[in-house]
């Protein structure tokens, strides 16, 4: 471990304590689908890291098509789940209207659960981590609707000049330390979308210092100030070569059948190299790049030809891969979860992304 500070230990909780738990929480979700507004999409039915993605990308597409510059803070705060003022959230929770019996129920499951670890003669505290209920409690932090996106703790401040992030940055800070939490310096990022030649320039919030960046990994994607796809099917393409490198045995084994080695294709490494595939706007070169990736998996998996006639082995060719294969390629499946999702987006009524996909967006 590179930084002993990033360690989180995990409390193993007694069976019964789950049970109750998730017994609260279950009543807790009733009172959160109204409390929570659409900026959160962590730990809510139905939403998933793809909507924020999605929405993120239709807004830089929008504005960097029109000319004009986007403003984003990538906001990471310091140990979220262990650092939360609970005294403040039995009244957030109040002030939410969460009735009082529940209130008092949260309050009992958190009642003397700490976590100590002793090192070099200090002893340090923190609430214990690992209730079922502590997610929803602290997602109930309400900062706005329109200029914040939040999956969980993780938040991206929205906004159309460096000036509009600084206010709004110092509003989340004010209102998050009275909850406990604390923002990491080091691991927050500006970026700044602009077609405009312009110098770099850091990100001043009071005593705090945000580095500026051309390129932020937010929720397991690369987001760049030119929003191009280029840097993410790279990145995406090392991640699925590593796997199939860690795998690269297995496919060659012959102690496994074809067909389980295509079902660990399909269902562990193609995964890897199309999430969030829906939010793409790929090239053809980006296309054939992860072709020729699905293509050295089946090579792989089928094994060299022999030809009768040379006496020798030789690579399968693409048609006779895909005869063997017989299934939609990689670019179909791109094709057919892009039409999947613009499905979701449309029938998604009074939802942000449909409200981001429709929206119009005028020049400077």
Not at 270 to 280: D, F, G, L, N, S
Request: with cysteine; proline share 1%.
């Amino acid at each position: 471990m590179k930084k002993v500070t990033n360690y989180r230990g995990i409390s193993l909780l007694d069976t019964a304590y789950k049970m109750l738990s998730i017994a609260i929480l279950r009543r807790l979700e009733m009172y959160a689908k109204d409390i929570v507004g659409e900026y959160q999409c962590g730990f809510k039915k139905g939403k998933y890291t793809t909507h924020h993605i999605h929405t993120l990308r239709q807004l830089m597409e929008k504005y960097y098509e029109y000319n004009k510059d986007l403003h984003i803070l990538f906001v990471d705060f310091k140990q979220a789940y262990d650092s939360i003022n609970r005294e403040q959230l039995w009244i957030t929770l109040r002030n939410f209207g969460i009735p009082d019996k529940l209130v008092r129920l949260v309050q009992m499951c958190n009642e003397q659960t700490y976590c100590k670890v002793r090192f070099l003669g200090e002893v340090s505290t923190s609430p214990g981590k690992g209730s079922s209920n502590a997610t929803d409690m602290k997602e109930m932090d309400v900062i706005g609707t329109h200029t914040l996106l939040a999956y969980a703790d993780d938040i991206i401040i929205l906004g159309k000049s460096k000036h509009d992030i600084e206010e709004r940055a110092r509003k989340l800070i004010n209102y998050s330390s009275s909850m406990g939490l604390v923002i990491n310096e080091n691991k927050t990022k500006y970026m700044m979308m602009t077609r405009n030649a312009t110098t770099k320039g850091n990100l001043h919030v009071g005593d705090l210092t945000f580095e500026q960046v051309g390129d932020f990994k937010y929720l397991g994607v690369n987001i760049n100030e030119k929003n191009n796809m280029h840097n993410e099917v790279k990145m995406r393409l090392n991640v699925a070569n590593r796997c199939y490198f860690t795998m690269k045995e297995m496919l060659s084994s012959k102690l496994l059948s074809r067909r389980t080695k295509e079902r660990l294709y399909c269902t562990y490494m193609r995964p890897i190299v199309t999430y969030a595939c829906e939010t793409w706007s790929s090239t053809q070169g980006d296309e054939e790049k992860l072709q020729n990736f699905e293509r050295k998996i089946l090579r792989k998996i089928y094994g060299p030809v022999y030809n009768n006639e040379l006496k020798r082995f030789e690579r399968r060719k693409n048609e006779n891969l895909q005869q063997l294969y017989n299934k939609p390629s990689i670019r179909h499946f791109l094709i057919r979860k892009r039409l999947e999702w613009a499905g979701h987006v449309w029938r998604a009524e009074d939802m942000l992304i449909k409200k981001v996909t429709e929206s119009k967006t005028t020049g400077k």
